[in-house]
């Protein structure tokens, strides 16, 4: 069993090479059955740890939930949800999966806001209102181009 792969093929090929088909039982052939099993589910996870290696995080009750409800909007399970933003960020890719469908739509609704503010301030000609426009005016100034960067 020190080898990386497994020697049989399959339950038929081990139990041919045990020889238990020709001289054996009914007992031991099902003996043998769950031999074979054991030993190669023994293979398996030694590969497989071999391979893979595990992560422990702790997230408080109020994170856990955040992060379902972001994984499911995503149509992901939690842990692949934790992971692909894991590995997006290191290869500095977005990090949620329709991060632009939501830019696209914060981007239509700051057009909107927009287009009232400019609708608002020419239709109302109140100085004191001037004021509060000049400066939304100033602060989607400044939203504008964060948001052509994504």
């Known amino acids: 069993m020190n080898k990386q792969h497994f020697p049989y093929k399959n339950v038929q090929q081990y139990l041919d090479t045990i020889g238990v088909l020709q001289n054996g039982t009914a007992s031991e052939i099902s003996q043998a059955r769950k031999t074979f099993r054991k030993l190669y589910l023994k293979q398996y996870r030694k590969r497989y740890a071999q391979n893979h290696s595990s992560v422990n995080i702790v997230f408080s009750n109020a994170e856990k939930h955040l992060l379902k409800q972001l994984a499911m909007e995503n149509g992901k399970k939690l842990a692949s949800f934790i992971k692909a933003i ?46 509060s426009y000049d400066k939304l005016e100033q602060l989607f100034n400044q939203i504008e181009p964060l948001l052509n960067d994504y």
């Open 86 to 131: 894991a590995l997006n960020t290191i290869n500095g890719k977005q990090q949620l999966g329709n991060t632009s469908t939501n830019f696209s739509e914060i981007k239509r609704l700051f057009s909107l806001c927009y287009d009232m503010v400019e609708t608002l301030q020419f239709e109302n000609e109140y100085p004191q209102l001037k004021a």
